[in-house]
């Protein structure tokens, strides 16, 4: 059992920066591949970026490929989201997850979820 929790969320201007945080329970963090997904109003949960359990491989919707960074600290059981040139679009809920797969790119191949973290970006 993992149990998540983000933190980093708020309120920033566009062209701002967030570091979003999620920290992990258990001895077993590192086996686990993570990933960061967000849902804005209205719409449905997408991939925003994943980490292999290792940290040696991420990816990056192209949404946010260039602007947001993925990296992970197995040492303090945490994940990160660096945030950079945010965008009014980019304003959602933002949620860390895990899988027992090495990494995975869509939300049903994630065993363990967050319970967000608000993000609003104004223009």
């Known amino acids: 059992q993992v149990q998540l929790v983000e933190s980093g969320g708020g309120l920033v201007q566009a062209g701002g920066s967030l570091r979003l945080s999620c920290a992990a329970s258990?001895?077993?963090?590192?086996?686990?591949?993570m990933g960061w997904f967000r849902q804005a109003p209205g719409k449905e949960r997408e991939f925003v970026a994943a980490?292999?359990?290792?940290?040696?491989?991420?990816w990056c919707a192209d949404s946010v490929k260039g602007r947001f960074t993925i990296s992970r600290d197995n040492g303090k059981n945490t994940v990160y989201l660096q945030m950079n040139s945010l965008k009014p679009e980019d304003t959602a809920v933002y949620y860390c997850a895990a899988t027992r797969g090495s990494y995975a790119l869509v939300a049903n191949r994630y065993d363990y979820w967050g319970q967000g973290t608000q993000v609003t970006v104004s223009s």
């Open positions: 258990g001895r077993t963090f590192s086996i686990y591949g």
């Open positions: 980490i292999s359990w290792s940290g040696g491989s991420t």
